[in-house]
């Protein structure tokens, strides 16, 4: 990493809560060396005494239902088991079909025949080996009744979605749009599309389920592992604390290893069923089906404005594909809200049934394709006004939030522009298109986005446990996906707990520990960071309480506020003469440990007055072969201001994350569905394109201080998502600017620029 990409923006001094000296520090992930050297243990890894391996038989039609399955060929098979099918399936406690709780999605788990979806479940084959199950799954050579496919925007039947994303309405209105387009000098009518993307995190869904009588043991990578517990429970009519649910490391989880599907259900019907462990590990071409995908999206947006360039009206409309039997729906429209100030601001999403699985997160779900539509529409905005696009966002800043007339919590958005813009070099920049070449005669263009997301939080808990050692035990069943989770929290932790961050023993990644919540929405880090920073003074409240009332203790007589907690010890406010250990404090207590609870969640009021986001601004450069129209990104500079930035590398990781994702959209990503059949034709690594190192360049994500008074105590907002956002948009723009060419159809590919 060179120079300039270190640590040298400031970072926030505390809002509210006074962090001590691991926080902020840009500290390597402390699982890293298990994960590079294989140390560490995925779900896949485990292998009980006496597991049988599962393999999942998928349809290979669209809609329909399984006619037959040869049933005795495939058990015929050398070391096959059991094959499971609708017709010996044994009974869920609940129903599939029907939706339970805020991440309860209906899934397929061999409750009928039906076939819904290509890749759908249709069978189970439990066998000793994987190469049994395997080809027992191969030797069930289903047939079908055909029905056809209904494929792509005008394939279904289109309907209002009772809501979107999770808990949204599908509409939404503020101001008079008709007024704020009749009075725009400019209008811009425009459309784009972006495609359905799936799930290809680097550990594909996995589990290994155990049962002993009516006691559960399930290894898989989760990212809510105590609320997912309590479902499995449900599921198997067991009450929830029978349940053990162990997600130590995943490999990837992107909002796909969020919520349950059938894929689980049918790994612990079949260990339940056999009565012995069972291990289920997805192929990577069942991740096109069962666990989820961000669906395909219709936007049209119209934006008027005034001769100034700024908005008179900002309307977006997003089409968005759905499967036949449930609701998720890509809520892209939503990206309007909160960024841009139009007096006018009118939202719909509708949603079109295919034969698909059913769309569900995906990292920066509805930000991501409502940020492309919308970044490109104010880009062309911009050039329908000959004003600079950094200058066209800057005249429609919105100084509070558009959607609810309430303040931003903070929002460093100014600086990200001016931050970024004075990194990458902006200044300059020729306002027509084609006005760029390299020496080797390629176009270069330059175009940037805004980048914003929500910043969430969920419910936590956590548990933190001073030894007399002068060490600490803190626990939280959070989820670390890659992010960095494990680090980051055992930082919050340890500057809650006064001590050095090596002085921390941080477990997680089990449902037996206190609920850490949902790894998600960007919000993992500010719910259970809080909840650990909490658990922390909640000890180191106890710990003073005791000292202050122990005439031995130099601390003797000073209430809980008059101490400070340092390096394991308890200071005195005011005389910093008068201090002691942890451990002895403890000791002459005759206290082996001193526990502390805490929790994290978003203080309601709070939650009400005020509107919060993380912000940033993206800019791309591109160059463009002009005979052979092909793209290469070559920089990109990323500014964001995400509140207190508890770890810089790892912030910087997530955000390059975001960005490359976001580059990946805008020129790779798409799953093609052949209309006829149903069945996707790009399921696999080979056919379905993500970026390769090669594709990726010189790339800058700078932090950019900011002071969240009201976010969450400890001023965190998070970095997850944002990357995404604004990228896709930068890099399209920046593809218009070289070429002249307004591609409005995601991935952008060669045919569209020659
Ligand atoms: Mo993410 S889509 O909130 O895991």
């Known amino acids: 990493m060179p120079d300039h990409m270190s640590d040298t923006i400031p970072f926030s001094a505390a809002p509210h809560v006074r962090l001590g000296s691991s926080s902020g520090q840009p500290i390597t992930r402390r699982d890293g060396v298990l994960k590079v050297t294989g140390a560490a243990t995925y779900a896949a890894d485990n292998h009980p005494a006496g597991m049988l ?138 459309h ?109 947006l119209r934006l008027g404005l005034d001769a100034e360039g700024r908005l008179t009206a900002l309307e977006h409309h997003a089409l968005a594909t759905t499967s036949s039997f449930d609701d998720f729906i890509e809520a892209a429209a939503n990206a309007s809200h909160n960024l841009y100030a139009s007096p006018a601001i009118s939202t719909r999403h509708r949603a079109v049934r295919v034969d698909i699985g059913t769309p569900g997160p995906m990292r920066a779900p509805g930000e991501a394709s409502g940020s492309a539509a919308l970044e490109c529409a104010l880009d062309e905005a911009a050039a329908a006004c000959g004003i600079d696009p950094l200058e066209m966002r800057l005249r429609n800043y919105a100084d509070i939030d558009p959607a609810t007339g309430r303040p931003y919590s903070a929002k460093a958005l100014r600086a990200c522009y001016a931050q970024g813009a004075e990194r990458f070099g902006w200044a300059g920049r020729p306002l027509a298109p084609r006005q760029m070449r390299c020496d080797a005669g390629h176009l270069i263009g330059w175009g ?27 626990e939280t069943a959070g989820a670390d996906m890659g992010q960095g989770a494990w680090t980051v929290l055992a930082q919050i932790a340890a500057d809650g707990l006064g001590l050095d961050i090596e002085k921390i023993e941080f477990r997680s990644g089990s449902s037996d520990l206190p609920d850490g919540g949902v790894a998600g929405g960007s919000g993992h880090t500010a719910t259970a960071g809080s909840a650990l920073h909490n658990a922390g003074t909640d000890a180191i409240a106890k710990l003073a309480e005791i000292a202050a009332n122990d005439p031995a203790s130099p601390l003797f007589g000073t209430g809980n506020a008059g101490v400070e907690a340092r390096n394991g010890r308890l200071y005195h406010r005011s005389d910093r003469s008068r201090s002691e250990s942890y451990g002895d404090i403890l000791a002459r207590a005759g206290l082996a440990t001193i526990e502390g609870n805490g929790k994290g969640g978003r203080d309601p009021a709070a939650a009400e007055a005020r509107a919060m986001f993380s912000h940033g601004a993206v800019f791309a450069e591109v160059k463009v072969d002009p005979d052979l129209g092909q793209v290469r990104v070559t920089r990109l500079v990323g500014a964001f201001a995400a509140g207190r930035i508890i770890n810089p590398r790892l912030a910087r990781s997530q955000l390059y994350g975001g960005m490359i994702w976001g580059l990946s959209f805008a020129l790779h990503e798409e799953a093609i569905h052949d209309r006829r059949s149903g069945r996707i034709i790009n399921a696999d690594l080979a056919g379905y394109h993500i970026p390769v190192h090669a594709d990726i360049p010189e790339m800058e994500a700078l932090l950019i201080d900011e002071d969240d008074p009201y976010v969450n105590g400890l001023g965190i907002k998070g970095v997850g998502e944002i990357g995404i956002t604004g990228t896709v948009g930068a890099i399209a723009n920046a593809i218009w600017h070289a070429t002249g060419v307004r591609v409005r159809r995601f991935p952008i590919r060669i045919e569209d620029l020659i």
């Open 192 to 300: 784009y599309e972006t495609p359905a993307q799936y799930h290809n995190a680097m550990e594909p869904h996995a589990i290994v389920a155990e049962w002993d009588s009516d006691r559960l043991t399930i290894d898989t990578p989760n990212q809510a592992i105590v609320m997912m517990r309590g479902a499995f429970a449900e599921f198997f009519d067991v009450p929830a604390e029978n349940v053990h649910l162990r997600s130590p490391f995943l490999g990837g989880g992107f909002g796909s290893k969020a919520i349950m599907a059938g894929p689980h259900i049918l790994c612990i019907l079949a260990a339940r069923m056999l009565r012995r462990p069972v291990k289920l590990v997805l192929p990577r071409d069942q991740m096109y089906g069962p666990v989820g995908h961000r669906g395909a999206t219709q936007q049209h």
């Open 53 to 190: 391996h599962a393999v999942i038989a998928v349809s290979t039609i669209a809609r329909g239902r399984v006619a037959s399955l040869d049933v005795a060929a495939a058990k015929a098979h050398p070391g096959v088991v059991e094959v499971i099918t609708p017709a010996n399936r044994p009974p869920l406690a609940l129903d599939p079909d029907v939706k339970h709780g805020m991440f309860g999605f209906r899934f397929d788990a061999l409750q009928n025949d039906r076939v819904r979806y290509a890749k759908q479940p249709i069978a189970v084959v439990v066998a000793q080996t994987l190469e049994a199950a395997t080809e027992g799954a191969r030797l069930l050579s289903p047939t079908y009744e055909i029905e056809p496919a209904r494929i792509g925007f005008d394939g279904g039947e289109h309907f209002d979605p009772p809501m979107v994303s999770i808990g949204a309405p599908p509409n939404f209105d503020r101001g008079d749009l008709a007024a704020g387009l009749s009075a725009a000098a400019h209008l811009i009518d425009t």
């Open 448 to 474: 940037m986005g805004s980048a914003l997301f929500p910043a969430p939080m969920f419910q936590a808990e956590a548990r933190a446990t001073l030894r007399a050692d002068g060490t600490a035990l803190v």
